[in-house]
């Protein structure tokens, strides 16, 4: 039991579990083709606080929520929470703000693209592409040196304040606190029951930390040593929500109409290369990152705010894609992003190119 789920076998169980939940999300009520995208998920819930106006995508997701305390749960049981923190914080900050720029222009993470793709959004082809090209880049800046430096073992409290947030958060939503913010149209009103969410979120917080899940890694893997272990896993993923869309009656092939989707390729593609590069530079997925945070990891909980902060400024300044398609304040940010990820890139190695 301790190793099964980081066997081949263990992460294809894993990816199954996964696609099959976020179909059966879907299915409950979270928007089409979003039963779990963690940059939406994070988007909304900085909406739900406030951090940005956007009326239609504001809501408290307990899907983040429970990733982080499911991560939290399963690191403890197996004595793997390991508070660390200290590798160039503030560059994961601004590559995590990055990825969530891409990731809205775009409209998801990589595991929203592949959910995209299992219910028949086409567009997703592009995102998915611009992501693989994306870690690629990365990749060729992780074979020529390229560190952010060692993390540090710290306090076990420290450890503890990013699942700590996210309790008190959880506290917030149970008692539904005038203070937050919540959608009475669009994306950020549809959602399944706040219990089902959790309790589905924990679940897959717990196994994916056991296994290393990572979309990110499962890529960087590939092109760099070959391996296939993490891409058995999220292939895993996408066919068995193929299937259980299939079997709801959930697959809508085609490229127009599709749910929270745009049909600009071009910026579909060049979203995601830019958030693909970013988690690339910063060592994992956005869903990787909330079950790093949930080990104790305090870098991984910093790229978590940065993306928070990025979806704030990413509404505020009318940077995210919508439906209608990408703004010109979005291809902007697109630019100025690759820009600071390549210097970031060239800048922090320990060896010239």
Known sequence: ??????????????????????????????????????????????????????????????EIIGFVIGSLIAAYAFKEFRPRAGSAPIVRFVLGFFAMIGALIFLGCPWRALLRLAGGDWNAI??????????????LFLKNGYSLGRTQK?????????PLM??????????????????????GSMHAPLLVSLVIAVIIGFIAQRSRFCTMGALRDLILFKHVHLFSGIVALAVAAFATNLILGQFNPGFEGQPVAHTMQIWNFGG???AGLAFALAGGCPGRQLFLSGEGDGDAAVFVLG????????????????????????????IIGLVVCLFIGFTMREKAL
């Open 272 to 274: 995601m290369v830019l």
């Open 126 to 139: 592009f995102g998915l592409l611009g992501l693989a090209f994306g870690v690629w880049i990365g990749v």
């Open 307 to 334: 993306m928070l902060t990025g979806a704030a400024f990413a509404h505020n300044f009318s940077l995210a894609s919508s439906p209608a398609g990408v703004t010109s304040g979005g291809i902007t940010a697109l």
């Open 154 to 162: 710290t306090y076990t409290a420290a450890g503890w304040i990013f």
């Open 1 to 62: 039991m301790r190793n099964f789920l980081s066997t081949r076998k263990g992460i294809v169980l894993v990816g199954i579990i996964i696609g099959v939940l976020a179909a059966l999300l879907q299915k409950l009520g979270n928007p089409g083709n979003m039963g779990i995208c963690v940059a939406c998920f994070i988007r909304d819930t900085a909406g739900g606080l406030g951090l940005h106006r956007a009326a239609i995508v504001q809501y408290v997701r307990p």
């Open 166 to 187: 996210m309790a008190g958060l959880l506290v917030l939503v149970l008692f539904k606190s005038g203070s937050l913010f919540f959608s009475e149209e669009g994306p």
